[in-house]
């Protein structure tokens, strides 16, 4: 496909995101006979949470019972919200396409038996191999050009959508077809968090502005351990560290991973240290093999992490390891808007997951698994392009007088701290709020877009994300998984539910599988 002078280009389907759902999602589309088209906010291969570090995976072999027995784990660990008839599908095919990764020339490893270990991925391989992948299939790429909102035809059927060439000075770009593929990731508001700053909601913005449905939106308060001067949230090493007061004394906490809800709440009262005691001396140089990322910034830094405390702190990644955003609404990654697909964490992974963190190993299962199927099922949907379509988006896009910079510090102030987002109260879900709530009428509408489009609509998406999740949070009235509310410490049976969210002016949540506008009250559920 060449370009035409206008910018727009025309394909069956449009694939948002570079990341390993949109890689697959646009792989399984060509391979369904679609022509297709993946635009990428940054560079495909090399953008994303997945391509910053390693990826273990949810892979087990179809033989004996370690399936059904880490399906059951799950779903008690998930709170009962799983869908066991995802999660085999999931497994099912995950365990082909990680075969195929090995056909495609990926270099897994071998352990010391000669053993093929498929169980894990490394990030930078594992995309480099994925883009060209996608290019061999035939797919165009679109690099550094973010999607800023969708179209859709005269029957509402999403039709494409518009963005810019961000090295080009932000010239336009219109791609016409006949489905969309979302695989833009979760939130993590700028936070930082390793990989993650591509992740600002913009897909579940461009959804929502067309009526689509959001689930488990409670489940977003997920911060990852990191060096108090970094980002750098890979934190399996941290199952061998204890946690030290600042003169180097004890905290009464407990140690690696048992101390994950402990040493947060600590850290409210005063800085909190760790060293990675724990380890054995003769694991010290194959933990480093095993995951390199984590000990660069220490040894920059000259830490020697196995004999010195460092201090810690707590990177939000929010919906990026959470597992909340966009509701399907069939077994194909249909969301609730005709033509509209979703694959990886843009969509949510309750279904697999529950509650808990899909961490690396069940989100990149579902990356891999999803994105599969909605490029599949988008090429099979695929409809003939109309003559007139319009565009949905509707903040963040003309000039105005507000900098997204300030909208993005006033949304920060309200879901990084931990004593707002990790450690939830009615009170203080309400108090941010109201916050939020002013930021989208107030601030919101005259977001002004200046020289940097792409940013104006990540304050928007970033605004409606947190109101999203912190109405869920504040009608999830328990503990449950990762969503935690101190002024309702316990878990209520009744409470084993997903809640559906949606809406922009006027933010609802209800108990999945009610009728749209009926008033089925949430706390109903806990009777």
């Known amino acids: 496909m060449t370009t035409p002078a206008d910018g727009r280009l025309d394909a069956d389907v449009l694939v948002l995101g570079g990341g390993p759902a949109g890689t697959w999602a646009a792989i399984a589309a060509a391979e369904a006979g679609a022509q297709v088209v993946l635009a990428d906010k940054g560079y495909c291969g090399t953008s994303g949470a997945a391509a910053a570090g390693g990826n273990n995976l949810w892979y087990v072999p179809p033989e004996g019972s370690a399936r059904l027995e880490s399906i059951e784990r799950r779903e008690v660990e998930g709170g009962y919200l799983t869908d066991r008839r995802w999660m085999e599908c999931v497994l099912d095919l995950t365990w082909r396409q990680v075969d195929r990764l090995a056909r495609w020339g990926y270099p897994y490893p071998t352990d010391a038996t000669g053993q093929v270990r498929r169980s894990s991925l490394q990030g930078p391989e594992y995309l480099r191999l994925m883009r060209r992948q996608v290019k061999r299939a035939g797919v165009r790429i679109l690099d550094q050009s973010p999607a800023l909102d969708l179209v859709r035809d005269v029957d509402g059927v999403v039709s494409g959508a518009r963005g810019v060439h961000r090295q080009r000075g932000n010239e336009a770009w ?165 033509g509209l697909y979703a694959a990886g964490d843009v969509a949510t992974r309750e279904l697999i997951t529950g509650g808990r963190s899909g961490g690396g190993s069940h989100n990149g299962a579902w990356a891999i698994s999803s994105g599969t199927i909605a490029g599949a099922t988008a090429a099979r949907f695929a409809r003939r392009l109309r003559s007139s379509v319009t565009a949905a988006g509707r903040h963040g896009l003309l000039p105005g007088s507000t900098p997204a910079a300030d909208v993005i510090r006033a949304v920060q102030d309200e879901v990084l701290p931990l004593e707002r987002n990790l450690f939830r109260t009615g009170p203080g879900l309400r108090d941010s709020l109201a916050r939020l709530d002013e930021l989208w009428t107030d601030a919101v509408p005259s977001l002004d877009v200046g020289a940097n489009p792409q940013r104006a609509r990540e304050a928007v998406a970033m605004v409606a994300h947190a109101r999203w999740m912190y109405r869920a949070a504040e009608a999830r009235t328990e503990s449950r998984a990762m969503h935690r509310r101190d002024d309702h410490p316990d878990t209520v049976p009744g409470w084993a539910h997903r809640l559906r969210t949606g809406g922009l002016d006027e933010v609802w949540v209800q108990a999945e599988g009610t009728a749209a506008g009926t008033e089925l009250a949430v706390e109903e559920l806990a009777s």
């Open 174 to 338: 219109t791609v016409r077809a006949g489905a969309v593929v979302l695989a833009t990731g979760g939130c993590a508001f700028l936070s930082g968090a390793l990989g993650c700053n591509p992740d600002t909601g913009d897909g579940h913005l461009m959804a929502a502005e067309l009526g689509a449905e959001l689930s488990g939106m409670e489940f977003s308060s997920s911060y990852g351990m990191a060096p108090a001067f970094g980002a750098q949230t890979k934190g399996r090493m941290y199952q061998f560290a204890r946690y030290y007061h600042g003169d180097g004394t004890p905290l009464d906490v407990p140690p690696g991973f048992a101390g994950r809800h402990a040493v947060p709440r600590a850290m409210l009262s005063e800085p909190v240290f760790a060293r990675l005691d724990l380890a054995p001396p003769q694991l010290h140089e194959s933990l480093r093999w095993a995951q390199p990322n984590f000990f660069l910034p220490y040894d920059k830094a000259g830490i020697d992490v196995f004999r010195d405390l460092f201090e810690v702190r707590m990177v939000l990644e929010g919906t990026v390891r959470g597992t909340g955003g966009l509701a399907l609404s069939g077994d194909g990654c249909e969301t609730t808007v005709p």
